[in-house]
């Protein structure tokens, strides 16, 4: 037994001695899971609370009517915390629509002229006050939900519900005025029978899911892509885990030293490491997009929609493979050793998802989180490809993400090719 003790002591102690000789990586060990952790803790912070803080939706409403139906919309949503409202009287509907399109404000609410009076005459005309007047009959007035189609289905049917909620108390006191008008006007009449108003009134059309909307232009949008983009372009940077660590490998193990001794150039080195990474990157999209397309439907799932500019999918997409690349260069030029460049590149990996809203929409994040997604690069990614299958966008309106992208990756490249070369002449 105590043979078997010392052996076990010794594997122990040999182990403990390997690890503790790359500090770096076991450094990285613990502060890359922690920091994961505190991110996505901070973004979660609001998601699951009951009051106060939360969701926060940026909402504009347009109000042409300038009557009680805007005033008590507008003080329906601005009194709840889960709204950012602006209001405006002068937008039309087109611009209001394209400002949606657009992302600029996830719900948009457009109250149409004279809809306050138009539903008083509808109120007298359910009370059959109206015809003797000879006045046309008034239909049920529309009040227009507009919504990003990157806001998820559920979110957009709340919003509705709270709509009709608020006509609804409208109504009441519209059939109510109306009646109180009519028979104060014939107290005098004995003759005269006094009507019972309707047991429900109808002044407005019931607000639904603008995306449920026979008469909507668009289609809805799908999980399949709202969620498909994400985790592909997460599973596009992982990449980086085989790239930096064979390339930690080779430097560890004087592979690339010898190579270039013998006249290789670094430059040919590298660009030999990143041809065949990209074009690994590009058969994964492509797998993740053909998958969405054909194999879900299959299975019972929802298809993936594309969008109309297939192009706009081929430009973002090798963007973000020039990044990924780019970037596991850069980490590979810095990790000392393979054990260090899996557990960075990993971690990191993650971080930047959890940041760029993969792994929690930002729509559910605190607002000065959803500020911090601007840092990471696969939350340009994400939002191009969201504009180019929810909204259709074609390459000229993803042009400043592939861009930024580009300007990532020339940077890693830039700096992970200076630092590759220093440590090739003071290997």
């Known amino acids: ?14 182990e403990a001695k390997l690890i503790l000789r790359d500090r770096e990586a076991l450094a990285i060990l613990f502060i890359m899971p922690a920091i994961f952790v505190l991110i996505m803790s901070l973004a979660l912070q ?19 009517d300038g009557g009680e139906t805007g005033m008590r919309l507008i003080e329906a949503f601005s009194n709840s915390k889960a709204f950012a409202v602006s209001t405006d009287k002068t937008l039309d509907k087109v611009v209001l629509e394209q400002k949606i399109k657009s992302g600029e404000y996830q719900f948009a609410i457009f109250i149409p002229e004279r809809s306050t009076s138009m539903a008083l005459d509808r109120a007298q005309q359910e009370l059959r006050l109206s015809s003797r007047a000879g006045k046309p009959k008034v239909d049920e007035i529309p009040i227009h939900l507009l919504a990003d189609p990157v806001v998820r289905g559920d979110y957009r049917i709340l919003v509705a519900s709270i709509i009709n909620r608020v006509l609804q108390g409208i109504e009441t006191r519209l059939m109510l005025q109306a009646f109180s008008k009519f028979r104060d006007r014939v107290a005098a009449m004995s003759s005269v029978p006094i009507p019972k108003p309707p047991k429900q009134a109808s002044l407005f059309l019931e607000v639904t899911d ?17 969620n498909a983009p994400g985790w592909g372009l997460l599973a596009m940077f992982f990449l980086v885990i085989p790239l930096a660590s064979t390339l930690a490998r080779e430097h560890q193990e004087g592979s690339l030293v010898r190579l270039q001794v013998m006249h290789a150039p670094s430059s040919m080195i590298l660009l030999g490491k990143i041809v065949p990474y990209f074009i690994i990157n590009q058969i994964q999209i492509a797998l993740i997009l053909l998958e969405g397309v054909y194999l879900l439907p299959l299975l019972g799932g929802e298809r993936l929609v594309l969008g109309n500019h297939p192009e706009a999918i081929v430009v973002l997409s090798m963007c973000v493979s020039l990044a990924a690349v780019g970037y596991g260069l850069l980490v590979a030029a810095f990790a000392r050793t393979p054990e260090q460049a899996t557990i960075f590149g990993a971690t990191s990996v993650l971080v930047m998802g959890a940041l760029g809203g993969i792994m929690v929409p930002k729509m ?38 592939a861009g930024a992208l580009l300007i990532v990756s020339a940077l890693c490249l830039f700096i992970g090719i200076i630092r590759f070369n220093y440590r090739l002449k003071h290997y």
């Open 1 to 14: 037994m105590s043979v078997w003790f010392s052996q076990l002591l010794a594997a122990v102690t040999k």
């Open 46 to 64: 609001d998601a699951f609370k009951e009051q106060g803080g939360g969701v926060q939706f940026s909402m504009l409403i347009v109000d042409k």
């Open 210 to 226: 603008p995306y449920q909307n026979k008469n909507h232009n668009g289609l809805a949008p799908t999980s399949v892509q709202l």
């Open 364 to 401: 559910v994040m605190p607002p000065f989180m959803q500020e911090m997604t601007v840092i990471s690069p696969l939350s340009w990614a994400l939002d191009g490809f969201l504009e180019i299958f929810v909204r259709g966008a074609a390459t000229v309106d993803i042009l400043d993400k």
